[in-house]
């Protein structure tokens, strides 16, 4: 979002709390990938949208670019970025799916002090949202997300909750939404503020609230040559009015891959060339050495990014720029050479004529995206994510993490399912307690671990237990939840059916471990600490 500072993009990507090298759970967290039985029961709720304040967009171009729905704005007016009815007719006529949000800098004021009143500020903010919405063409019972668009603090939570007590006040809880991190999302749901969620990666720390109809996962990305930000729909209702809001071709992206020092291939050379695009002096030979390494964590640390060297999911994300017919230079060489790995036989010349526009056009209809030529954000992700465009090399896995008392999230839960596993009467719910504090205490005794209550490496490595087809009970809870950090969308049964199966594999072959679909020490280890 960046309806008041032009510049906000930027500022975002210096405040997130970035988790390393995993797809959705990442800065960018666009690892869209499901597993085959995910995509059966829920295909309808993996759709895909944009969210933006140029109102000079067109519906078409967001049409034609397989996208389904958008999220448009409303705020205190005169402002030449709130949704008009005009646009909102023009989007309706293209079947686009609208989501209302309001978002007003009153709210990013909280940043200086919270007012002295926010039950009347959020009833006031309500009231005119209301009102231009409905102006809109909006039906009166569909929701309203309202906007807190900055990393609000704990502290702040008693006139967070006011502030939506006094919206609910005027639309009624059941069209009450918020935008926000993890930690707003996951406390307004907590408190019963809110019925719909729209959670921004921003602020999240790798943490998605499953609770959440909508999430934003990459600002910054180029539709039709305007700047917006890529939002998933997690839910088939997500709030959305006019249009029928299916996400274009509903498309399943696969995750990004981790390419690493030592592997070789198209997509490094890919990576390589597109090191180049953005300045980095190396050669694009397809090996991934001394040199690439270099220019990676290079490139990583100047874009605020995890420096780690290897290309996951959140640096490719950083690397690619869209181009299109009438594009030249290494980014275009990038995309042919990814073309190619799917037999269109192009020059590698950086020169994206109209050989270079039938070859993605056609990549694009054979892979049910958008058929444009242009080679934007999901066609980057299904060309890198697709087969094996490197091999070799030896992946690193990160390290264990520490989760303590006090500790929230999906390693917490996970831990704590893990823990049942091997006796404890505890509840998961991903909050670490006394309860929680006294089992890990009690599993450390039992298995001759120093006893201090934290869960790290020592302790996870004495926790997991390798799962598999077939395998049920906690610890495939404990995996199901894990692999769902990754965007894979499992139900947490404990039943370790072909859907956790196709999820574990797709998830290994992302992150260069052997593909067998078994949850061993090392995917267990990738899953735990990424």
């Known amino acids: 979002m960046d309806l008041f500072d032009n510049g906000r993009h930027l500022s975002r990507r210096r405040l997130l709390t970035l988790a390393g090298g995993a797809a959705v759970a990442t800065a960018t967290g666009i690892g869209f990938a499901r597993s085959a039985s995910a995509a059966t029961t829920a295909a309808a709720t993996t759709s895909y949208g944009i969210d933006y304040s140029d109102a000079s967009l067109t519906a078409g171009s967001v049409a034609s670019a397989g996208y389904g729905f958008v999220c448009r704005y409303l705020s205190w007016l005169p402002n030449p970025k709130v949704l008009t009815l005009s646009e909102a007719q023009a989007l309706t006529a293209a079947d686009l799916g609208i989501v209302s949000n309001w978002e007003s800098d009153g709210l990013q004021d909280w940043q200086s002090g919270v007012p002295a009143d926010p039950y009347s500020q959020g009833a006031g903010h309500a009231t005119e949202a209301q009102r231009q919405a409905l102006a809109n063409g909006m039906p009166s019972t569909r929701p309203i997300y309202f906007s807190v668009d900055f990393d609000l603090q704990s502290s702040m939570y008693s006139a967070l909750n006011s502030y939506f007590d006094g919206v609910a006040s005027v639309i009624g809880r059941s069209r009450t939404g918020a935008y926000g991190g993890y930690h707003v999302i996951k406390e307004l749901f907590d408190s019963g503020k809110i019925t719909w969620g729209w959670q921004t990666y921003a602020w999240s720390g790798g943490s998605w609230d499953s609770r959440a109809q909508l999430r934003q996962v990459q600002n910054g990305i180029s539709v039709a040559g305007h700047d917006a930000d890529l939002d998933q729909a997690m839910a088939t209702d997500y709030g959305q009015w006019g249009g029928k809001g299916g996400g274009g071709t509903g498309v399943i992206l696969p995750s990004w891959p981790n390419i690493t020092d030592g592997m070789s291939g198209p997509s490094v050379q890919a990576a390589q060339y597109l090191l180049r695009y953005h300045g980095a002096s190396i050669t694009a030979d397809g090996q991934f050495g001394a040199d690439t ?221 052997g593909v067998d679909g078994q949850v061993g020490p090392q995917t267990w280890q990738m899953l735990v600490g990424s």
């Open 293 to 513: 390494l270099a220019a990676a964590k290079s490139f990583q640390s100047a874009h605020g990014l995890g420096v780690d060297g290897q290309i996951g999911p959140q640096t490719w994300s950083a690397l690619i720029v869209q181009v299109q017919s009438g594009s030249s230079g290494d980014a275009v060489r990038a995309a042919q050479v990814e073309l190619n790995r799917f037999g269109y036989g192009l020059t590698v010349d950086g020169n994206f004529g109209s050989g270079t526009d039938t070859a993605a056009r056609a990549f694009q209809s054979a892979h049910s995206l958008g058929v444009d030529g242009q080679v934007g954000p999901q066609t980057w992700q299904m060309l890198v994510g697709t087969g094996n465009g490197a091999s070799g090399g030896s992946t690193v896995p990160p390290p264990w993490p520490n989760v303590i008392d006090g500790d929230t999230g999906n390693n917490v839960l996970a831990a704590q399912y893990l823990l049942r596993y091997h006796g404890a009467s505890i509840s998961a719910d991903g909050q670490f307690g006394s309860g929680t504090l006294a089992a890990a205490k009690s599993f450390q005794s039992a298995h001759g671990l120093s006893v201090d209550g934290e869960i790290g490496p020592k302790t996870w490595s004495a926790l997991i237990v390798q799962v598999q087809t077939g395998s049920s009970g906690d610890a495939v809870r404990a995996a199901q939840v894990e692999l769902n950090k990754f965007g894979y969308g499992l139900t947490v049964d404990g039943d370790f059916g072909s859907g956790s199966n196709s999820a574990a594999r797709a998830f290994q072959s992302a992150h260069g471990l």
